[in-house]
Each structure stands twice: as structure tokens, then as C-alpha cells.
């Protein structure tokens, strides 16, 4: 299995322990990630589409001359490549003005054909959750994980989770209990983690991450996992100033999704970068280092 990887910003600059966690999981599973150079950023929502479509078609059809499918591993990523491809793909005319104005210069073309595939979906869909199974050798036996999609990975519902795709609903939890972790279930998990109004509302982001974070813990959740560096930045980074916010202590660690895997896999936290995060991952070794004495 070999995939046109995207790796995005976040991954080696806000969150870089996702990248390598990614890398070394996707070697153990005999993905081959080939990673994509000279690429822009994907916008993640903020840009406005006459700025981001352009650059996103330009990754598209660098993607498209390799003849694979891209894989990311950002749920923001994943968005905002997956609409702007539908835009491509759906309107012939504006792809082919997008081409001579902005990509012809380059010899590049984009013709639609590049399917976009976030980790999550690749571990369910092509690889296989029951493979993945087969594949743990420290089960995650006493640790109970709140799932958080956010906004990003299942909305728009018509694009992200189309017919024949429903089980994108909750291929979250199913990871969760495949690698052996206890699935806690919160009403905020598909909502936004309050990180695209962090500059223009503070207040309302605290009280956001703070909700998730909270209403988890309140439900005894040891942790919470995200297929969204964007929404671990939220999360995790401004997880402190979310507890003096709400008055109330939090202290709950946030997964990226390929350490959860991996950890489940035989690595290690310092491995999985478990030691770069802003808050406290000591619960979770102490756990899973219990399970395994």
C-alpha cells in the first residue's frame, strides 16, 4: 500500500510529534508514504477559496501525475482538500480556469481524478480494522478514551460521509476498541474544538475546549483523541488557560491518533512523543504501564 502523503503544517511545526508518530506507525503497517514536496498549504478553512482552491488544485495535480491517492492527517486537511476537490471535480470550467491561470504556467493540469484519504479512513477501509488487530501487542486494556472527530472530519455529511461511507460515522470508536481502549462517548465529539475563533473570541474558545475537555473527564475519560492536530492544539495547548477559565482543574491528555495506534503497536511513549505535549501524559504511561507489568 503506498500513498501520496500530505503531512501538512501542524504536523511538523504546532504539533511535531505527530509527524514522526505518523511516519514510524504507517512503517510498521507496510505503508509506504510518499511524502509530497514543494506543496502549499491546504488553506485549513481560513484562506478564502479563490486563494486556497488555486494552491490546492496545484498539490492535486502533482498528486495526480504519481497516480496514487493522497493520504492526510488532518481532519482540517482532509476538509478543506476534500471541498475544494468536489468544486474541481463537479465544475469543468472552473477547473479548466483554475489550470490556464494558474497551473499551465508550471506545465501542471488537474483533470479530477485524485481521491483524498485521511489516515483514519485508510486504517478502516483499505487496511482493514481486523489486520489492525492482529497487529497489537499492548492492547490498551484500562484506558478509557473519549473519541473527538471535530468539525471537520464528518461535516459537510454529503462530502465527508457519503452513501456507501457511513460507517465514517464512528470508525473513531471502532480504532478506540479495536486497539483494546474504552470508548467514551461525549456530545461535543463532532463539533469544533473552538480553535478557528482562538484570535477573535478567546473567551468563547476557552469555554469550548473546556466543555469537551471537562464534560470527558466528568465521564471518566483518562484521555481523549483526535485525528486533528488543529484541534490538539486547541485541546492540549490551551488546555491551562481553559481550566482558569472554567475554574476547574482539566488535566486531561490529548492522543494524536497515529500515537495511539503505535502505542497499541509496541511502541513506546517516548516513541510516540508522548513527552512534547503541553499536558501531562504521565496518566496514560502509568496505565497502560500497569496493564503491561
Known amino acids: ?27 510498521k503497517l507496510n505503508i509506504e508514504l510518499v511524502e509530497l514536496r514543494d506543496v502549499g498549504c491546504s488553506g485549513a478553512g481560513v484562506l478564502s477559496q479563490e486563494v486556497s482552491d ?4 496545484r498539490t492535486l495535480a502533482k498528486v495526480e501525475k ?6 492526510t492527517i488532518c481532519s482540517t486537511c482532509q476538509g478543506t482538500f476534500t471541498q475544494a476537490n468536489h468544486r474541481l471535480q463537479s465544475d469543468p470550467e472552473y477547473r479548466d480556469r483554475i489550470n490556464q491561470e494558474y497551473l499551465a504556467s508550471e506545465g501542471l493540469r488537474y483533470d479530477g481524478t485524485v481521491d483524498i484519504k485521511h489516515f483514519l479512513w485508510i486504517l478502516d477501509e483499505e487496511y482493514g480494522l481486523d489486520n ?7 492492547p490498551l486494556e484500562g484506558l478509557k478514551v473519549a473519541p473527538f472527530y471535530g468539525c471537520y472530519l464528518r461535516r459537510p455529511p454529503e462530502l465527508m460521509v457519503p452513501k456507501g461511507f457511513e460507517g465514517r460515522k464512528t470508525v473513531l470508536e471502532k480504532t478506540i476498541e479495536t486497539l483494546g481502549g474504552e470508548v467514551v462517548n461525549t456530545s461535543g465529539k463532532g463539533k469544533c474544538c473552538g480553535f478557528p475563533i482562538l484570535s477573535s473570541s478567546e473567551d468563547n474558545s476557552l469555554a469550548m475546549c473546556g466543555d469537551h475537555t471537562l464534560e470527558a473527564k466528568d465521564k471518566g475519560a483518562n484521555c481523549m483523541v483526535t485525528p486533528c492536530p ?16 472554567k475554574k476547574q482543574d482539566i488535566d486531561l491528555p490529548i492522543l494524536h491518533l497515529p500515537q495511539m495506534v503505535g502505542l497499541a503497536l509496541g511502541f513506546s511513549p517516548r516513541d510516540m512523543g508522548l513527552h512534547k505535549h503541553l499536558v501531562s501524559t504521565e496518566e496514560i504511561v502509568n496505565i497502560l504501564e500497569g496493564v503491561r507489568a
Open 54 to 57: 488555486p494552491v490546492n488544485a
Open 132 to 138: 489492525l488487530k492482529d497487529l497489537v501487542v499492548h
Open 230 to 245: 488543529l484541534c490538539h492544539l486547541e485541546l492540549d495547548g490551551k488546555q491551562e488557560d481553559a481550566a482558569r477559565h
Open 1 to 27: 500500500m503506498a500513498y501520496a502523503f500530505f503531512p501538512g503544517c501542524v504536523s511538523k511545526g504546532g504539533c511535531p510529534e505527530l509527524y514522526p508518530a505518523a511516519k514510524i506507525v504507517a512503517d
Open 66 to 71: 504519481m497516480g496514487m491517492t493522497m493520504m
